[in-house]
C-alpha cells in the first residue's frame, strides 16, 4: 500500500494528477460531495447556532467506505479539492467523515493541473481554512432556509409544488422586469439620412447626425438638397488605438462562449470543467484578472517567438471586485505554446477560446488612423458627416477581437469605420443618392444566458460558482424559458433622391424576432410577484449583494457566519409566519372585459395545470350555470393576452370532418393543441395554427402518427391489448397496462416473448412502481417528493 493516499473531486482529475505522482501516491476521487444535510426537518438546528446534521447519500457510500480504508493504510492524507470554498467545504466534509487526524492530514492546493505545479502544492501544504468553510456553510444554511420556509408559502399562495431560492428569485425578478419593460415600450420612428457620394473604389457614405420625426421634414430635407452644392467643410485625422481584453475570468468566459460559440453557459462550464481535469486550462471557477509571472513570461515568449517582439506588450490586469482573491489566476492555458488541443469539437473551441483572448491580453494595441470629414450643403445649415478608419498595426486583432452582445450592435452610422479615399478641404463632392429611410427605436434587450450573467455580477449578486446553477434552475423549475420567437412583418418608409427626382416607397422588414433569449413564464411573473409584494428583502438586489459581501467577509474571517445568519433569519421567519396568516392566494388574475354574446365577464388568471382565460363567474351553487375555461396558447401570457385573442381561444375545439367514419376534433389539452379522432390524439406541430388545420392536414397527421406507432410496435397479444412489446428511446421495453418492464438482457429477440413471459416481469414489479422509464416507476419518486411539504410547514412553525 503506498504511503500517501491523495484524494480530488472528480476521477478524471485523479487520472492525471496519478500520471504526475510516483507509486508511493493512491491517487482516489471522492466524486463531489460525499455529504450533505439530512432532508429532513431537524437539517438545521435554530436554537443551536444553526448546528447543521449531515448524511452520506447512499450513492456515496461505497466511495466513503474505500477512501476509509484507504485513509487508514496511508501515512499521509492529502486532500486536494478545489481551491474555492466549495472545494474547501469538500475538504472539511472528507476530513470529518474519515475520522481524520490532523497531524497526518495535508490541505493542498493548485491553479492548474501540471506537474510542476502539483509538485508544488505537495512541498506548500497547508491546513484547512476554516474561515472558507464557514462561508460555504453560512451560503448552505441560509439557502437551506429560505428554501425550506418560502416554498411551503408558495404551495399555499400560489400553487402546489413551487419552490423558491435566494439568488434564483433575484434572476427571475431581473427577467420579469425586463420583460414588462419591453411590453410597455413604444417604439418612435424617425427618418435618418445618408448620403452616397462618388463612384467605385471612391464611393463612401455620409449621414446626417439628426433625425427628422416627420415625412414631411425628411421630404423637405431631400428637396432641397435638389441642385446643392456638396463640399468638404472640415477634415480631422487623429491616431488612435485600441487595447485587448483582459484575460478570462468565469463570467466573461460564459458572455464570450456564448457570443462567439453559441454555448449555454451550464455547457460552457461543463467543457471547461473538462479542460481543467485535463489539465489543459487553470481553475475554471474565478473572479481574478491576474496571470502569474509564470505565465507571462510564457506568454512573452510565444508571442515574440509566433509573432515578433513589436506584438508584444507586458500587461497587469487589476480586479475591480473587491472580493476576488489575486493569489488565483484569470483562466488560461496551462502551456501558451498549445494553440490547440486534441480532443472533442466543443472542447477544441473553447480551449482556443481561452488561448486566444490569453495571449491577446498580452499584446501591443491595435494602432488606427481615424478621420472625420463634415461636409457642408449649400442649401442648408446642417452638415453630414463621414467618419473613416484605417488600421496601421493590428497588434493584438492578429489573434483576437472581443464580441459585444448582438443588441449593442448596429448601433453605429451607416459607413462608420470604414475606409475613406483621398479626400481634401474645400473638396466639391459628386452626389450619387441620398436617402431618408424610417427607422424604428428599440426596446431594452431580453436577456440572454450570458447577459444575465454580466447583469447578475454588475450588481454583485452571486459569484463564479453559482451563475451556471442559478440560470439552470430557473429554468428547471420552469420560471423561465430560454426560446425563439418569431417577429412580426413591419412595414417602414424609403424616400430617395437622384439627380432631380424622389422616389417614394414603402418596404418591409422583419421586427421583435429573438434567438434564445429568457422569457418568465406566468407562473415565474406570479411567484415574482408575491415575493416582490411579501418578501422584499429576497428580491431586493442590494439586500442580495449585500449578503454577497457577508459571505465574502466570513471568508476573510471579519465576520461570525451564525451572527450573520442570526441578523438574517428573525426578520426574515416573522415575514413567513405573517404572510402565511395574512397574506391572500396570488393567481395574476386580470379582467379581460366583457364577452360580446354572453355579456359575461372574461379573466385570466393562474391555475392547477397553468394559465387560462375564464368566461363567467364560479357559480355559488350548483343551480347555475359553470363557467367556460380555455387554456392560454404556447407564446401567450396572462399578462399580454387580449380580449380578442382570448376569444379566439374559445373557437376550439373545432369539429374538422369525418375520417374513417369517425369525427376528426382539434381542440388545445394541457400539453398544446392536439387532433382527436377514435379515441386517439395526434399533437399538432408547432408551426401550424390550431384554429387554421384543415381536415386534409388532420388525416396526414393521423396517417404519420399510425406509421410512426406501427415502426414502434413489436408485437400485441390478443390475451390483453393493453400489453405490448415497444421499440423506445433506450431500446425494446414491455409496454404492461401502466407499467413500463425492463426486458432482461438474456433475451436477445423481444419477438419471441409470449404473454405469459410478459406477465411475469410485470408481476416481478414493485406494486407501488407506476409508468416510468424500465418500469421504474420514474413518477412513483413523486410521492416521496410530496412528502416534504409536510416537514418544511413543520420547520416553519417550530422555528
Known sequence: MAKNLLIVESPAKAKTIEGYLGKDFTVKSSYGHIRDLVKSEDAIDINNNFSQRYEVPADKKHIVSELKKLAKEADIVWLASDEDREGEAISWHLFETLGLKEPDTRRIVFHEITKPAIMKAIENPRKIDYNLVNAQQARRVLDRLVGFELSPVLWKKVKPSLSAGRVQSVAVRLIVDREREVNKFTAEAAFKIVALFGKGRDAFKAELPERFTKQEDAEKFLQDCIQAIFEIKSLETRPTKRSPAAPFTTSTLQQEASRK??????????????????????????????????ALNAAQQEITSAYGDKYHQHRKYKTKNASAQEAHEAIRPTYFNNHTIDGESNEKRLYELIWKRAIASQMSEAQFEKTVAKISISTRKE?????GEVMKFDGFLKVYLESSDEDEDNQTADGENAILPPLTKGQKLDLQELSATERYSRPPARYTEASLVKKLEELGIGRPSTYAPTISTIQNRGYVVKEEREGRQRNFRVLTLKGDNISKETKTENTGAERNKLFPTDIGAVVNDFLVQHFKGIVDFNFTAGVEKQFDEIAQGLQDWTKMIRTFYDPFHKDVQNTIETADKATGERELGVHPESGKKMSVRIGRYGPFVQVGENPSDESEEKPLYASLRTGQSIETISLEEALELFKLPKILGDYEGKVMKVAIGRFGPYISHNSAFVSVPKEIDPLDVTEEQAIELIEAKRKKDAERLIKSFPEDETVKVLNGRWGPYIEFGKLNVKIPKDITDPTTLTYEQCKALADAMPKDAKKGRFGKAAPAAKPAAKKAPAKKKTVAKKK
Open 383 to 387: 452638415d453630414l458627416v463621414a467618419n
Open 261 to 294: 460559440l453559441g454555448y449555454s453557459v451550464a455547457r460552457t462550464m461543463q467543457v471547461a470543467q473538462r479542460l481543467y481535469e485535463s489539465g489543459y486550462i487553470t481553475y475554471m471557477r474565478t473572479d481574478s484578472l491576474n496571470l502569474s509571472d509564470t
